[in-house]
């Protein structure tokens, strides 16, 4: 079930923020020394949704002290599951009741690494197995959250300070924007879609050839929930297998006579690594000429989740350089660029095979930058914000139009 990159984490007790916070040298960002982060901070929820259904929050994931998994009431304070069962079984219930339309409310967040979901009009149903809870996974048509409009954000605090992001490497769907209140009185947001970017999204994909429209999902009585993540498309047969095939057999292609040079780390750039297709795999050397690692050729399973034969361990080799790829076939930028990642996003998308998904949330997000695929940090193209000193973290929830 934990298949894109945010349930690989999720599964382990981490976020995608997490994630983020473990790479920001590589992706350019630093975390000076701060002082100490209290136990709690306040996240500050607003519903500008003009939706009049009922708001649940709800706060899940790691406690950082411990390890364990859980979940946080209303004040912050922190509740370990259950053991779970085999069939699962009912989780506590650990809803929060959320504010009504054009209304704020305050709850506690604590040293967690996890997820803040939201729905509105009903309940989700949670499930603990005896490997721990077992999340909503809406690509299956039986998941008990099929029905439900729901979403998600990430985070991790901890003694170092807040990440928070938005997401949308499993789905698009109801929106909203994250956001931090610094010590300093500096704050800073994320996760904006432009004035009728909600509608314009689903729009778009609905007229974009291939398949694409397939992704989309709606209630029996015609209500727009979400659309999947072609990850999820893939394997649902949704989205055709052969999506990414043409770009991929080009781009191996071209790399047979040519070198792909990849710089993973923005602060270390003179670790470069080389990369050369032979025999059908991507052989990539260092600067001693030493072959580090190989890759076939992947598909678009690979490509869209940036797993598989595009597997990113936690390394400072193979994870990095795949990294880099991963974000390359999402983007279609190396066939016009050998030198990656590349440094703008002026030529991202543009080939007539690409992550439509990404291209499509990316336009209508209104500084341009979300969190599409896994790896959709690479050269800072992520919905992401970081507080060293945080006061308060604040979630919108943003009108559907």
Aim: aromatic share 10%.
């Amino acid at each position: 079930m934990l298949r894109t990159l945010e349930r690989r984490v999720a599964a382990t007790g981490l976020s995608l923020a997490t994630v983020a916070a473990g790479s920001l040298l590589a992706t350019g960002w630093s975390t000076p020394a701060q002082a100490a982060v209290p136990a709690t901070i306040p996240l500050k929820i607003t519903n500008n949704s003009a939706r009049g259904d009922q708001v649940y929050i709800y706060n899940l994931g790691t406690e950082l002290s411990t390890g364990r998994q859980g979940w946080a009431d209303a004040n912050g304070t922190f509740r370990p599951w259950p053991a779970g069962g085999n069939p699962p079984t009912p989780a506590p219930d650990a809803a929060i009741t959320g504010p009504a339309a054009g209304r704020s409310m305050t709850i506690r967040m604590p040293k967690f690494s996890g997820r803040v979901y939201f729905s509105y009009g009903q309940k989700l149903v949670f499930k603990l197995t005896t490997g721990g809870l077992v999340q909503p996974a809406v690509q299956n048509p039986s998941d008990p959250n099929r029905n439900i409009l729901f979403n998600w954000s990430e985070y991790t605090l901890n003694d170092s300070g807040l990440w928070i992001n938005s997401t949308q490497v499993d789905m698009f769907s109801v929106p909203y924007t994250v956001g931090v209140r610094r010590s300093d009185g500096t704050a800073a947001s994320a996760g904006r879609l432009k004035a009728g970017g909600y509608k314009g999204f689903f729009s778009a994909l609905r007229g974009q050839s291939g398949g694409w429209s397939n992704l989309i999902q709606t209630r029996p009585d015609g209500t727009v929930l979400r659309a999947l993540s072609p990850l999820y498309g893939v394997e649902t047969g949704a989205l055709p297998a052969s999506v990414m095939d043409d770009y991929v057999n080009r781009v191996w292609r071209k790399y047979t006579s040519s070198t792909l040079t990849v710089t993973p780390f923005a602060n270390q750039p003179s670790v470069k690594y080389f990369g050369r297709v032979s025999g059908n795999v991507m052989n990539f050397t260092n600067t001693s000429g030493a072959v580090v690692t190989s890759f076939e050729k992947p598909d678009a399973s690979s490509v869209f989740g940036c797993h598989r034969k595009l597997d990113a361990p936690n390394d400072q080799v193979r994870g990095p350089i795949s990294r880099t790829l991963c974000a390359g076939f999402n983007r279609s930028t190396l066939l016009v660029n050998a030198n990656q990642p590349d440094a703008g996003s002026g030529s991202f998308y543009k080939d007539g095979v690409t992550n439509q998904y990404a291209r499509r949330i990316h336009e209508q997000m209104a500084d341009g930058k979300a969190y599409a695929f896994a790896f959709d940090d690479v050269g800072q193209q992520e919905s992401l914000v970081y507080a060293g000193t945080p006061v308060q973290a604040d979630l919108t929830l943003d009108p559907l139009n």
